[in-house]
């Protein structure tokens, strides 16, 4: 599902832009949402639940947050509002997970949203907890986690799921990961508009923000907690504390 989102969603920022891209994420969402709901029984299943038209709203809902905090006021309100909603959201994620084992609602994705945004706030419980020492490296090797994963998960011996994994996901970020994140910081370092776009969004951009901005925040573990981090250096307006 990611492989195709991830090659669509870049082209319809470059040519639509950041405001009409939003509407195309919240059409889009709205629209995976609605059909997933009517034909829950017939991929509410292994195999066809993870297909992109049921799973999409997921990814649609990073690109409106993307977007949305990419603007000074976005930013400003849904930080005021994450503060307010982080237990219930917190409280509708683990309803999510306990009752529904393959298909995901909409609600669990709109809690991990908010989530995700009360993260960034900085001297937050939330964020003083992924800050720390253990979880923010769990955070940093996550995604090589992600993609290594899925090549052990039918081997029936969990000992060798748990080693497997954790040393190809070791490897795979410092080897090939890190060092490619460190050439592309070098390559946005050197291009006025990429520099543009990672600007934070309480800072004047360097250059015309580029409609692409808003994949940004959508780079590697979603939100960073540190300039290890994130591989575009993205940090909150009120500060890089975390």
Avoid at 216 to 238: N, R
């Amino acid at each position: 599902m990611e492989e195709q989102f991830y090659l669509i969603w870049p082209a319809v920022l470059l040519v639509a832009g950041k405001r009409k891209a939003l509407w195309v994420a919240v059409l889009g969402a709205c629209a995976c949402a609605t059909y997933r709901f009517f034909a829950w029984q017939r991929y509410n299943h292994v195999g066809l639940d993870t297909v992109t038209q049921v799973r999409a709203d997921a990814l649609f809902l990073g690109c409106i947050l993307a977007i949305c905090l990419s603007y000074t006021a976005g930013h400003r309100i849904i930080q005021r509002a994450a503060r307010i909603a982080t237990v219930p959201a917190f409280g509708v994620l683990m309803y999510c997970v306990v009752h529904f084992r393959w298909l995901p609602p909409f609600a669990e994705s709109a809690a991990i949203t908010v989530l995700l945004a009360a993260s960034m706030r900085p001297y937050s419980i939330l964020s003083q907890t992924l800050s720390l020492a253990p979880l923010a490296w769990l955070g940093r090797i996550s995604y090589s986690v992600y993609v290594w994963q899925q090549l052990f998960m039918n081997y029936r011996s969990p000992w060798f799921l748990l080693l497997a994994v954790p040393l190809f996901s070791i490897c795979s970020y410092y080897f090939i990961e890190r060092p490619c994140i460190n050439s592309m910081r070098l390559h946005i370092r050197g291009d006025p508009y990429l520099n543009a776009m990672t600007a934070p969004p309480h800072m004047p951009a360097v250059a015309a923000p580029h409609p692409i901005v808003a994949v940004i925040p959508l780079c590697a573990d979603g939100v960073a907690t540190d300039s290890q981090a994130a591989p575009f250096d993205c940090v909150p307006a009120d500060g890089p504390e975390a």
